[in-house]
């Protein structure tokens, strides 16, 4: 519902310049404030204490206008340069429209990329060959959060794995956005294929610092006529097309050089690789049929191998894994006989290292989407107050989990600082002050009566403090 302010009594229909009608029409197909905005452009009907809306070239979040009460003084080409005032694009619609504030996040957005677009256009660029390493690294990547800055591929020990890509330069690009201020920095990569079957250029996931960098990519995705994911997610299966915007879902191949690799970089979406005829895919059907390929799910460099099939010792060969269990003669390699004293029923094998445990000695892993030898996981409470958790890897402590002592837990490190004294605290506890006199009183412990006395003082503190029982049984 369009809202005014009864306190002004002059009030003037909303004029919007050129630059921000074409913001508008641009995006008019994929947010509904955009056409309410285009609706009530130049409409007679509603009256507003400002007009003159314009976009802030230099700030891409912001508008500008003129109040009402200043537009008689410069009807003239005056009125969009002089007595403007600018405001937040977000609070600006708010005041405007009153929507709910989930679609006006959405809006700025989508706004916020196109202005960037505007501005930054000639920040992209679409590089190949040994290029490609050097802007995977992390030393490119302009400093901060965001999904760029947290990669799996982005360290040293990784570059290596990209000659799978420098190595096919034909086959695949990579698009990255350069940092305005700093253009030797990136603020946004993605990998660009260049598909045999069906033939298209495909955009796969996007990295970035900035999540509203997103919708700047997707826009010059469609502005070249790329197909991309529908969201930037790790097992999303579903592409936009360009020309029309819909959902499909298709199955794809890529062929590559005819070698073997020696390394291989961690895939989002065509990670199915046939080692023998050397073609990429997106197939799951062709992964659990065809005995060639490989998942190429690693971050260290290798593979996670087939886990629908498994080696047969007599035929030395790989055999679908499902007809393991009905062929219980010979001297093939069977479940059982892995893990000695073990039925089939009670084996399991875990995609994560694809190796055979017995059930009992395994734990499921909804970050790792498979089950997880149980000595190889930590708990890692996903939310503040613990009730949401999962089982995490111990390859990732450090980078997607920490410790926190105060909870004698490990949190994930999105909820988390590292603080002046190398231990984690909770991003809205961190008091450095507090900590900084912490550590100047740290020789009281310099002799045994001030221990003991610390020590007297802190079961006195947690006495009463329930999450801390299993602590103080320590001390009694």
């Known amino acids: 519902m369009l809202k005014t302010k009864n306190k002004v009594k002059k009030l003037t229909k909303l004029i919007f310049s050129d630059k921000f009608l074409y913001v508008l029409n641009n995006i008019k197909k994929e947010n509904i404030i955009a056409r309410k905005l285009l609706f009530i452009n130049d409409n007679s009907d509603y009256g507003y204490p400002y007009s003159y809306i314009d976009i802030v070239e230099n700030k891409n979040d912001y508008i500008s206008y003129t109040p009402v009460n200043k537009i008689d003084e410069f009807i003239s080409k005056d009125i969009w340069v002089k007595n403007r005032n600018s405001q937040k694009i977000g609070r600006f619609i708010y005041q405007l429209l009153g929507d709910d504030s989930a679609r006006i996040e959405s809006f700025v957005n989508i706004y916020k990329a196109e202005i960037k677009l505007l501005n930054n256009n000639n920040n992209f660029e679409l590089i190949k060959g040994k290029d490609i390493s050097n802007f995977y690294s992390e030393r490119s990547y302009k400093p901060g959060g965001g ?46 294929w260049y598909i045999d079957d069906p033939k298209i250029t495909f955009m796969d996931r996007i990295y970035t610092t900035l999540d509203s960098d997103f919708n700047l990519f997707i826009k010059y995705a469609k502005s070249k006529g790329w197909y991309y994911k529908l969201t930037q997610g790790v097992v999303e299966r579903s592409f936009i097309n360009p020309i029309n915007d819909k959902e499909i879902q298709i199955k794809c191949k890529i062929f590559l050089k005819d070698e073997e690799y020696q390394y291989y970089p961690y895939l989002d979406t065509f990670y199915f690789f046939d080692i023998k005829n050397n073609y990429l895919t997106n197939d799951e059907n062709e992964y659990s049929t065809n005995k060639n390929i490989i998942k190429l799910k690693s971050t260290d460099g290798g593979n996670k191998g087939n886990e629908n099939f498994i080696y047969d010792k007599y035929n030395k060969d790989f055999i679908s894994i499902n007809s393991i269990e009905q062929t219980l003669v010979g001297d093939h390699l069977f479940k059982r006989d892995v893990i000695s004293g073990f039925s089939p029923d009670e084996i399991i094998i875990s995609e994560y290292d694809w190796k055979l445990y017995s059930i009992s000695n395994v734990i499921w892993s909804y970050y790792h989407n498979t089950y997880i030898f149980r000595n190889n996981v930590f708990k890692v409470f996903l939310n503040k107050d613990g009730t949401k958790y999962d089982y995490i890897h111990s390859d990732f402590k450090g980078e997607i989990y920490s410790y ?16 002046i004294d190398n231990k984690y605290y909770f991003k809205d506890e961190y008091d450095e002050e507090k900590i900084k006199e912490k550590m100047k009183n740290k020789d009281r412990f310099k002799d045994s009566r001030k221990l003991n006395k610390f020590f007297d003082s802190f079961i006195t503190e947690i006495s009463n403090v329930s999450e801390y029982s299993d602590t103080l049984k320590y001390f009694k």
């Not at 837990?409 to 988390?416: C, P």
């Open 147 to 192: 999904s760029l800055n947290k990669s799996c591929m982005r360290h040293d020990r990784c570059q290596d794995y990209f000659y799978f890509y420098t190595a096919n330069e034909n086959k695949v690009n990579l698009l990255i956005l350069k940092d305005s201020r700093d253009p030797s920095k990136i603020i946004g990569r993605a990998l660009v």
């Open 404 to 419: 926190v002592m105060k909870k004698d837990s490990y949190f994930i490190k999105d909820l988390l600082i590292k603080g």
